[in-house]
């Protein structure tokens, strides 16, 4: 079935900085990719979405990029602030033994944006 | 508020007890999944339903456990003789039907297991 690595766990920078996070997938079936950002003691939110028929999608100071031939895709947040700090993950949508679209997850980055 | 709503929040019970949980999809979803997230791991789909039928459980969903969307609208999630290891967040989250990839998610129920 899909398996998501997701990289690095954790991710420290300084205010006004950038951040990328990395995901893998091993299904090329895959077609969706999301990213959701997830604050103590909450539910995950969804923060951008990326198809397989495009290549990049920008939201403000967020873009994702997706390579479907390395099967892999990347999250960037440019300008970073600390309300930023929280745990982002990615995740895939599985077409796996007819699937209906259950999501899998990567294990999560850590992020901490330093004032 | 019309996002994703669970109850309650957070429920502590003792082991071979059973729990019941609840979840309100968005009104205008027709699909609603639930996922079980552990400490420091991503969420873990369990089951899924378009509108009352369930159409799919992941293996990590034992006998213990049943999930139930009356009318295709609420859904209930059952833990029965729970056990330490079911000590979790237990997430809902829905999307549409037409193009409805996007899942949103809802606060979550955390049980803890004595």
């Known amino acids: 079935g899909e398996n998501v690595e997701q990289h690095p766990s954790t991710l420290s920078v300084q205010e006004g900085d950038s951040a990328v996070i990395k995901c893998t997938y091993s299904d090329s079936a895959s077609n969706y990719f999301p990213w959701y950002k997830q604050e103590l003691g909450k539910g995950p939110q969804l923060i951008i979405d990326?198809?397989?028929?495009?290549g990049e999608k920008k939201d403000q100071r967020i873009a994702v990029t997706l390579n479907k031939t390395a099967k892999h895709f990347s999250l960037h947040i440019t300008e970073t602030q600390p309300e930023d700090s929280a745990v982002y993950f990615c995740?895939?949508?599985?077409?796996?033994?007819?699937?209906?679209?259950?999501?899998?997850f990567g294990k999560g980055t850590k992020l901490s944006v330093k004032p | 508020d019309t996002g994703v709503s669970q109850n309650p929040r957070h429920k502590i019970t003792k082991r071979g007890q059973n729990v019941t949980f609840r979840c309100d999809p968005i009104s205008e979803h027709n699909r609603l999944y639930w996922y079980r997230q552990t400490l420091g791991q991503g969420p873990e789909f369990l089951t899924y339903f378009q509108n009352e039928a369930q159409l799919e459980k992941s293996r990590l969903l034992s006998d213990r456990f049943s999930a139930e969307r009356p009318k295709g609208s609420f859904s209930t999630l059952e833990i029965q003789r729970t056990e330490q290891g079911d000590s979790a967040m237990y997430l809902c989250?829905?999307?549409?039907?037409?193009?409805?990839?996007?899942?949103?998610f809802g606060p979550g129920t955390r049980l803890t297991v004595l």
């Open positions: 990326i198809r397989s028929n495009v």
């Open positions: 995740a895939a949508l599985s077409n796996y033994g007819g699937s209906q679209g259950n999501l899998i």
């Open positions: 989250a829905s999307s549409r039907r037409t193009g409805g990839y996007e899942q949103f």
